[in-house]
Structure formats: structure tokens, C-alpha cells
Nanobody
Framework: QVRLVQSGGGLVQAGGSLRLSCGAS?????MAWFRQAPGKEREFVAA????????NYADSVKGRFTISRDNAQNTVYLQMNSLKPEDTAVYYC??????????????????WGQGTQVKVSS
């Protein structure tokens, strides 16, 4: 069973930066970040293949967010720069398929972290 433990997040002013981390109990899984704002559906943010050979981003975060991973530590990161108030949400990391790529649909992500709040003030 895949277990994911998140850390990071918090309150930051618009234009600031935060880094989220997600430690996994397994290796070689495609990983992704999703977020859910109050009153909205969960949405895709970024994904990375098991080898870190490919990444995929939502248009709303391209150029501002960077997903990366350290496979030796079984940890995935989401570096968030130039944060905007509309980035405020609970962020979740998720594990997809073993040896998976970065373009899987949300339905392929079956293990989820506990969520971490990111709040961006204007």
C-alpha cells in the first residue's frame, strides 16, 4: 500500500514562494499535485513521471510552479513561485501508476496525501 506524507504550505503574500514536499513509502511511481479551493472541484496542478523524465503542468501554473522529485529519498516537491491569491487551496500529492508517465488522468491516481493548506494573501 502506498502511503504519502505531505509537508510545507502555509500563508504567504502574493508574489511570494512556497515549497511543498511529499514523501512516499514506495518508489518508481508517477506522482502529481492537485488542489482544491473552497467551493470548487479538485483540479490538476502538475505531474512528473516515475523517472523524472517528463513533467506536465496546468496552464494556470506554467512558468510559476515546478514539480521535481528525488528518487533516492522517494520525495516529490512542488516549488511555487509568484503565488497569486487564486492559488489558495488545499494541495494534495497523489501517486499514480508504477513506472507511469506524467499525463495520466486523475482517475489513475489512487493514493493521496493528507492535504496541506496554501493561503496567498493579496
Amino acid at each position: 500500500q502506498v502511503r504519502l506524507v505531505q509537508s510545507g504550505g502555509g500563508l504567504v503574500q502574493a508574489g511570494g514562494s512556497l515549497r511543498l514536499s511529499c514523501g512516499a513509502s514506495v518508489s518508481a511511481y508517477a506522482m502529481a499535485w492537485f488542489r482544491q479551493a473552497p467551493g470548487k472541484e479538485r483540479e490538476f496542478v502538475a505531474a512528473i513521471s516515475w523517472s523524472a523524465g517528463s513533467t506536465n503542468y496546468a496552464d494556470s501554473v506554467k512558468g510559476r510552479f515546478t514539480i521535481s522529485r528525488d528518487n533516492a529519498q522517494n520525495t516529490v516537491y512542488l516549488q511555487m513561485n509568484s503565488l497569486k491569491p487564486e492559488d489558495t487551496a488545499v494541495y494534495y500529492c497523489a501517486a499514480g501508476a508504477r513506472f507511469g508517465g506524467s499525463r495520466s488522468p486523475e482517475s489513475k491516481y489512487e493514493a493521496w496525501g493528507q492535504g496541506t493548506q496554501v493561503k496567498v494573501s493579496s
